[in-house]
């Protein structure tokens, strides 16, 4: 066994490592490549925890299955390791290889291991193996564990399998487990199966058990087994005495929408008109519990029904709560009528909630219609509270019309709050076919002494199609002090990028910034440049940085598949 004092391994070989196993992760390199080190580099795995994930996943990707003799012997040999750690990465490893021996070994672990933390790694690695033996060990473990650590981690590995012949040994189980926790895991993964066979047992559970939170848990399995599930969540609705359960139901029913079309039904539209809208409807009207009503005004808002907006608001007039009337006002985002824009400006206006009206004011720039703009006007070149101020520039800027560009451009100039000047810088990048807009952006990002507002320029820039903008950015990512800036530039050119850049990306493969250096391999990637090659071959040789390493052997994967390069 290798000692960390006395065989530590150095920073060029620690590189060396991860490099080499990056490659065989991202299949740039055959697998004859490492086969002469394959043992060495198992070794070191077992010592030193911070390589231990890159032998997972080069094991991940099939390479290292060829090296299957060799790996296995020391891998089932630490597993007898006194240290719970070592026989923790073992099994982490030993999860990649799906043989008998592997898989009995493992499953011993999950039994007998003295350490909670391994038996619940052993599940884990028990689900990767994805065998009938493996299920049977989990269920297994699960009815006879003591430790709800453990029962938790079999029970997030069943979650996976997704299997209905679990029904019946997931159902003993639920009415054996004491422990209020785990019975609501169970209750989540028998849902999951959406089998209409345990509506009896959730039934049971919602109308008789003492724990809410599981009532809770099982009206929400419910609602994925069955349509049946309607008369009891109206019912818990209307009757119900805990308001968790009245919020729940009023959630659940929301998803009663044929729009869930991954659902085993598509729900009749006259059960969802004549009963479940109307029942939340009454609930967001009628409720006495603020939990309730802002869940009832949340299921309604996902209809997005256009005959919901009187309701909405008569509520916005009448509710005292603060978050009931900001969802509403949120709805109208995407519920778009005369009324609806009226009811916001009303709320910009007057609503007692400075929250809502700035909501109110931002929703406005969605509605696009003109009767709004006055109102965005007024505040955002007003004295009103800086919250407010921001809402109207931000809603300003969608309606995305050269006749705010003065107002913008004064902002930025003259304004004293950095949150509106940033908002200002923001609106300009909706009008990208403006070449007013991409003048004031361009010298934002080449004079302003702020790095923020340089960074908020090159984000917006991003939008610009346009060779001017390009060029700014590719300046002010090879010159600007601030690797914020800098970062910003290169992912706005990675949006449009181009094979005339490749000489510059170049150049910025050797930004002080690793991020940087990232997004430019990156992008190399993707423009296919053959004359790159050399450039990215001496990041992975050269660089310091695990994930720029990593970047430039996935650039070079991509250009190797569309090249046909060996």
């Not at 992760?25 to 043992?39: A, K, L, M, R």
């Not at 390791?81 to 070592?86: I, P, R, T, V």
């Not at 809410?212 to 009757?239: D, G, V």
């Not at 778009?336 to 009811?343: C, I, L, P, R, Y």
Request: proline fraction near 3%; hydrophobic fraction near 40%; glycine fraction near 2%.
């Amino acid at each position: 066994m290798l000692s960390n004092s006395s065989q530590a391994i150095d920073d060029t070989i620690f590189y060396q490592f991860r490099t080499r196993f990056s490659a065989m992760y991202h299949t740039v390199v055959e697998p004859s490549y490492v086969d002469d080190q394959i043992t060495h580099w198992v070794k070191l795995y077992l010592n030193y925890p911070y390589l231990r994930s890159l032998l997972i996943e080069a094991s991940d990707s099939n390479k290292i299955l060829t090296f299957q003799d060799q790996v296995l012997s020391p891998l089932l040999s630490h597993l007898a390791q006194e240290n719970a750690e070592e026989r923790y990465a073992a099994i982490n490893a030993l999860a990649c290889f799906k043989t008998d021996i592997t898989t009995l070994a493992i499953i011993n672990c999950l039994e007998t291991d003295e350490s909670s933390w391994v038996r619940r790694t052993a599940a884990s690695a028990l689900f990767k193996h994805q065998s009938k033996v493996a299920m049977t060990a989990l269920i297994k473990a699960l009815q006879q564990a003591e430790d709800e650590n453990i029962q938790w981690g079999v029970i997030d590995e069943l979650r996976k399998f997704k299997h209905k012949y679990l029904l019946n040994d997931l159902t003993d189980a639920l009415k054996k487990q004491p422990i209020d926790s785990v019975r609501q895991q169970l209750i989540k993964i028998l849902g999951e199966l959406r089998c209409r066979k345990i509506v009896p047992i959730l039934v049971g559970i919602i109308e008789q058990d003492s724990n809410i939170l599981t009532r809770k848990t099982a009206m929400q399995a419910l609602e994925m087994c069955s349509q049946t599930a309607i008369p009891l969540l109206l019912h818990s609705l209307e009757s119900d005495a805990s308001e968790l359960i009245r919020e729940t139901a009023a959630r659940v029913l929301s998803n009663y929408n044929h729009t869930f079309c991954d659902y085993p039904y598509v729900l009749n539209a006259s059960v969802r008109n004549q009963q479940i809208i109307p029942a939340l409807q009454k609930a967001l009207t009628q409720d006495k519990s603020e939990l309730v009503r802002r869940a009832a005004a949340s299921s309604l808002f996902s209809f997005k029904k256009i005959s919901l907006v009187p309701l909405f608001i008569e509520c916005l007039q009448q509710d005292d709560s603060d978050m009931v009337r900001d969802i509403i006002v949120g709805s109208f985002r995407y519920i778009k009528t005369e009324a609806s824009t009226q009811a916001l400006i009303k709320v910009a206006q007057q609503d007692k909630a400075i929250r809502v009206r700035a909501r109110a004011l931002a929703i406005l720039g969605y509605s696009q219609r003109t009767p709004a703009i006055p109102l965005l006007r007024q505040i955002a070149e007003g004295q009103d509270e800086n919250i407010l101020r921001h809402a109207s520039i931000l809603g300003l800027g969608r309606f995305a019309d050269e006749q705010f560009i003065p107002l913008f451009k004064k902002i930025i100039e003259t304004d004293k709050t950095q949150k509106l000047k940033i908002a200002a810088i923001s609106g300009l990048s909706y009008l990208t076919d403006s070449q007013k807009s991409l003048s004031i952006l361009i010298k934002v990002l080449k004079t302003h002494k702020n790095f923020q507002y340089r960074f908020e320029a090159a984000e917006s820039l991003s939008f610009f199609n346009d060779k001017r903008a390009i060029n700014a950015l590719i300046d002010k990512v090879r010159t600007d002090p601030n690797e914020w800036v800098r970062r910003a530039s290169i992912n706005a050119l990675a949006k449009q990028p181009d094979n005339k850049m490749a000489p510059v990306l170049i150049e910025i493969l050797t930004d002080q910034d690793s991020l940087v250096r990232s997004i430019t391999a990156n992008i190399l990637g993707d423009l296919n440049a053959k004359n790159t090659v050399n450039s990215l071959i001496n990041r992975i040789k050269n660089d310091k940085d695990f994930f720029v390493q990593e970047a430039a052997v996935c650039a070079l994967n991509k250009i190797a598949r569309k090249s046909h390069i060996s």
